[in-house]
């Protein structure tokens, strides 16, 4: 019976992904190769992890969905219905896409021979195609024609986005895990420049989500805010907006307080504050993510008018 996995799984999913593209993007884009080689390995040891549960959750949730249509858990019922999804459907075919660039990463990541920036290259590009598949597993493809094209692209801004965040927050808490742990001025360091980075990319993060999230909201309910109130689902999607604008105020917290107060103590050479005041931002800005993405995966089985 795994049809109660489906939430908790497409979570899973959402985190597994997420991370698999967001963690070597923010190491190809950011920290680059040759700073940290150690932090670089760690970080791209996470990514085949997550790589891993992304393709657990998707075996899980494939099977979960099935059961639920079948009534069932009678394997043999169940498998059929898998049977039927893999081969004769959208979700299907882009579910066995996904698993196929789950399994090369995989590949990749264990590969001693490629250079870690190569490999950040690669595990990102193939996290991207796999956590773009997700937006043929929700309301993304509920749209038909062109709206419904435009929809899928507006859902894939909207997953690349939000992976792009999780991964640099996870990188982030890496790197000021082992700076505070050794306190050495070349971790140190490293957090400072991936911190104010991470300030210029968050801008262009948040823009996409916004843009992309309301479009979304129009596709899916209209242009009409009662959507928000009337429903399990608006109230949710509400909770979710609430939940974001806190994290836009740790964000900017982090870019204009706590970056810059990181630089300032770098020069003082007296960090162990500066460090833990952005552990403990950057612990609950990954907190508030994930909530986000626990509600985001229950909306997507529910129904928007109900
Ligand atoms: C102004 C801000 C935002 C708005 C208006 C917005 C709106 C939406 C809407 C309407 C959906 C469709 C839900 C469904 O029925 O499946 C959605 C999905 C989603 N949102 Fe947001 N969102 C915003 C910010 C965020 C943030 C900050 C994150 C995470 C960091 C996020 C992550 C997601 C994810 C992962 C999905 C599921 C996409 C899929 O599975 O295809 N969103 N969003």
Same mark, same amino acid.
């Given at each position: 019976?795994?049809?109660?996995?489906?939430?908790?799984?497409?979570?899973?999913?959402?985190?597994g992904?997420?991370?698999?593209?967001?963690?070597?993007?923010?190491?190809?884009?950011?920290?680059?190769?040759n700073?940290?080689?150690?932090?670089?390995h760690?970080?791209?040891?996470?990514?085949?992890a997550?790589?891993?549960?992304?393709?657990?959750a998707?075996?899980?949730?494939?099977?979960?969905?099935?059961?639920?249509?079948?009534?069932?858990?009678?394997?043999g019922?169940?498998?059929?219905?898998?049977?039927?999804?893999?081969?004769q459907?959208?979700?299907?075919?882009?579910?066995?896409?996904?698993?196929?660039?789950?399994?090369?990463?995989?590949?990749l990541?264990?590969?001693?021979?490629?250079?870690?920036?190569?490999?950040?290259?690669?595990?990102?590009?193939?996290?991207?195609?796999?956590?773009a598949?997700?937006?043929?597993?929700?309301?993304?493809?509920?749209?038909?024609?062109?709206?419904?094209? $435009?929809? !899928? #692209?507006?859902d894939?801004?909207? %997953?690349?986005? /939000?992976? @792009?965040?999780?991964?640099? &927050? +996870?990188?982030?808490?890496?790197?000021?895990?082992?700076?505070s742990?050794?306190?050495?001025?070349?971790?140190?360091?490293?957090?400072?420049?991936?911190?104010?980075?991470f300030?210029?990319?968050?801008?262009?993060?948040?823009?996409?989500?916004?843009?992309?999230?309301?479009?979304?909201?129009?596709?899916?309910?209209?242009?009409?805010?009662?959507?928000?109130?009337?429903?399990?689902?608006?109230?949710?999607?509400? $909770?979710? !907006? #609430?939940?974001?604008?806190?994290? %836009?105020?740790? /964000?900017? @917290?982090?870019?204009?307080? &706590? +970056?810059?107060?990181?630089?300032?103590?770098?020069?003082?050479?007296?960090?162990?504050?500066?460090?833990?005041?952005?552990?403990?931002?950057?612990?609950?800005?990954?907190?508030?993510?994930?909530?986000?993405?626990?509600?985001?995966?229950?909306?997507?089985?529910?129904?928007?008018?109900?």
């Amino acid at each position: 019976m795994l049809d109660g996995l489906l939430v908790p799984g497409r979570l899973a999913l959402y985190l597994g992904l997420m991370l698999a593209f967001g963690v070597p993007l923010f190491v190809w884009r950011v920290v680059g190769g040759n700073t940290a080689p150690h932090i670089v390995h760690r970080a791209l040891r996470v990514a085949s992890a997550a790589t891993a549960v992304g393709l657990l959750a998707s075996v899980t949730v494939l099977w979960a969905m099935a059961e639920a249509m079948s009534g069932s858990s009678d394997p043999g019922a169940v498998w059929s219905v898998v049977h039927t999804l893999l081969t004769q459907t959208t979700v299907g075919i882009t579910w066995d896409l996904r698993v196929v660039f789950l399994l090369v990463s995989l590949g990749l990541g264990l590969a001693a021979a490629l250079k870690e920036r190569t490999r950040a290259v690669a595990l990102s590009s193939l996290g991207a195609v796999a956590l773009a598949t997700l937006a043929w597993a929700g309301h993304g493809a509920m749209s038909d024609g062109a709206a419904g094209w $435009l929809h !899928l #692209g507006v859902d894939i801004a909207h %997953l690349l986005a /939000a992976g @792009a965040w999780l991964g640099a &927050l +996870a990188t982030l808490t890496l790197i000021a895990k082992t700076a505070s742990r050794h306190a050495g001025r070349e971790a140190m360091a490293l957090l400072s420049s991936a911190a104010t980075g991470f300030a210029a990319m968050g801008t262009l993060i948040v823009a996409v989500l916004v843009v992309s999230g309301m479009l979304n909201y129009i596709l899916i309910i209209g242009p009409t805010l009662s959507g928000l109130t009337g429903s399990l689902y608006g109230r949710l999607l509400l $909770l979710k !907006l #609430g939940l974001f604008a806190t994290m %836009l105020v740790l /964000a900017a @917290a982090n870019r204009f307080r &706590l +970056a810059p107060a990181l630089e300032q103590a770098l020069r003082d050479d007296d960090t162990a504050g500066a460090v833990s005041a952005l552990k403990r931002s950057l612990y609950f800005e990954t907190a508030l993510v994930t909530s986000i993405l626990g509600l985001v995966a229950w909306l997507g089985t529910l129904n928007p008018e109900g």
